[in-house]
């Protein structure tokens, strides 16, 4: 299984990202997929999660209302769309299957 994720980057409070992340290597439609992050000198946090339809999704409440997961099962790709971004929001952002993780993208909100 291979998790490639992309889209982040140095970004003003306020504004909006979306990350990606390209599966492949397993039957991506077959899997809950999430989004976890990592903040310098912190542990992994659980962010989202979206169900193999994409019926189902769940968020952290440090998240919800600001940060949408979704998936193209056609494309085998995750997104994480994350609006109003705030300087708390920087981490390194992982993409998650099962035991399986990218190798993260850096999101940086700084003005």
């Known amino acids: 299984v291979r998790l490639v994720e992309s889209g982040g980057g140095l970004v003003q409070p306020g504004r909006s990202l979306r990350l990606s992340c390209a599966a492949s290597?397993?039957?991506?439609?077959?899997?809950?997929m999430a989004w976890f992050r990592q903040a310098a000198g912190k542990g992994r946090e659980f962010v989202a999660s979206?169900?193999?339809?994409?019926?189902?999704?769940l968020y952290a409440d440090s998240v919800k209302g600001r940060f949408t997961i979704s998936r193209d099962n056609a494309k085998n790709t995750v997104y994480l769309q994350i609006n109003s971004l705030k300087p708390e929001d920087t981490a390194v952002y992982y993409c998650?299957?099962?035991?399986?993780w990218g190798q993260g993208t850096q999101v940086t909100v700084s003005s």
């Open positions: 998650n299957c099962q035991t399986y």
């Open positions: 979206i169900s193999r339809s994409g019926g189902t999704t």
């Open positions: 290597g397993h039957t991506f439609s077959s899997n809950t």
